[in-house]
Structure formats: C-alpha cells, structure tokens
C-alpha cells in the first residue's frame, strides 16, 4: 500500500488521536513550543535591535552575533544542552530562542534603520524625546520589516522543534522519532506533513497580518 495512504489511514486512527500522546496533542505542544520560543526571542531581540538601530551602535557586533548563532548546529546545540540540563523541554527551549534571536533581531534594526532620516528628523525638529522618537516614529513605521523578521524566526522554530522529543520533550517529534525507531514509515510521514501544514499555517497567518499592516500603513521604503 502506499505510504501516503498509510499515513492518512494512522491519522485517522482513533488510537492516534486520543489522549495526551495522540497527535492533536503532540500538534498543541509543538506550537506551543513555538509560540513560547519565537515570544521568548522577541523578548530580547526586539530591544537589542530597536536599541541598534535608533542609535546606529553596535551594527557590527549585533550582525557578527547573529552570524554566528545562526551558524550553530541545531541537533549538536540541543544533545549538548540536553546531556548538560538533563532531558525535558529546557535544552530544546534555549536552544530554539538561539535559533530564532538572529531573525528577530534583524528585522527589529533593520526596520527602524530603514525609516526616512527625515521623518525622524522632522519628529524631533517637534520637540519629541528620543523615547517617542522611537515608539511614536520608527518603531511602527519599521513594523513591516520586524514582522518579517518574526515571519522568518517561527517558521525557523516550528520545522526545528521536532529536535525537542530527541531530549525527552513532546510535539510532533515524538511520532516522528517514534515511527524513524520502529521503522514505522507511515507515522513518520504523518508526523512530517503535520509540521509542513503547520508551518504552512503560520505562513498564512503572518501573509495576511503583512497584507493587513500594509493597508493601514506604508512601508518605510514607501515613506522616502
């Protein structure tokens, strides 16, 4: 039989859709993994980039950083942090915030770097603190290019969280290392196309957030 057909008939299999080890509970924890990893960068990538570009400091360091995070083996940072931290969701967390700063980080500069020199100029010619400047100016005027940068760094985390059941956490990787250790070939199929339409998902919901944030307001390229 083909496995495609295989795949579909273990989705449906009621034993692999009940309890908390079915598969639309290992589909919630995989994004709740990512949800909480790409919140967790933005927590420190937003203000590191807002903070290097309304300054204009620190470009290099914060791009060489960023370089090289990106440049960090996912598996081999996630069985290093797992053999240090012990098994669960800590070693795959940290390193999913790893993976997913640089992409955050980078569209945060890039948009306030992006914004007319003139409209800032203009805002603080009106008196307005540096803070305001930001918050009021270049931060939505640079929200298109943070948004991609967000776009970018869930897509990154939500193929890579699979990676979290290898050091005993849960999500999609389960049935997929399930199925790779039973050489049970359906399973892993079913597990890969949940994280594919999943990803495909969160594509669509960014694609339209950018549509809508386009109607409502220009791009800072639109602004010069």
């Keep these: 039989m083909n496995f495609f057909v295989e795949a579909w008939h273990w989705l449906l299999d009621p034993a692999n859709r009940q309890g908390s080890e079915g598969w639309p509970a290992h589909l919630l924890q995989h994004l709740g993994y990512t949800v909480l990893a790409v919140g967790l960068a933005a927590a420190i990538g937003i203000p590191l980039g807002y903070l290097v570009g309304h300054t204009r400091r620190f470009r290099d360091l914060a791009v060489g950083s960023s370089g090289a995070a990106r440049a960090l083996p996912s598996l081999g940072l996630v069985t290093l942090l797992g053999l240090w931290l012990g098994v669960g969701l800590k070693a795959p ?5 790893l993976l997913a ?11 306030i770097e992006a914004v007319n020199p003139v409209t800032v100029d203009a805002a603080r010619a009106q008196g307005m603190t540096e803070w305001q400047v930001l918050s009021r100016v270049e931060a939505p005027l640079g929200l298109p290019l943070l948004l991609g940068g967000l776009r970018s760094a869930t ?18 990787g ?8 039973t050489q049970d070939y359906p399973q892993m199929l079913a597990a890969s196309a949940l994280v594919v339409l999943l990803a495909i998902a969160l594509e669509l ?8 944030l386009h109607h409502r307001n220009p791009t800072p390229e639109e602004n010069r």
């Design 93 to 97: 967390m940290i390193a999913l915030v």
């Design 101 to 111: 700063v640089p992409s955050v980080l980078a569209g945060a500069y890039a948009g």
């Design 155 to 172: 897509l990154q985390v939500v193929s890579t969280a699979t990676l979290a059941a290898y050091v005993g956490a849960g999500g999609l």
């Design 174 to 181: 389960r049935d997929l290392f399930l199925g790779l250790k």
């Design 205 to 212: 919901l960014f694609e339209l957030a950018t549509r809508l």
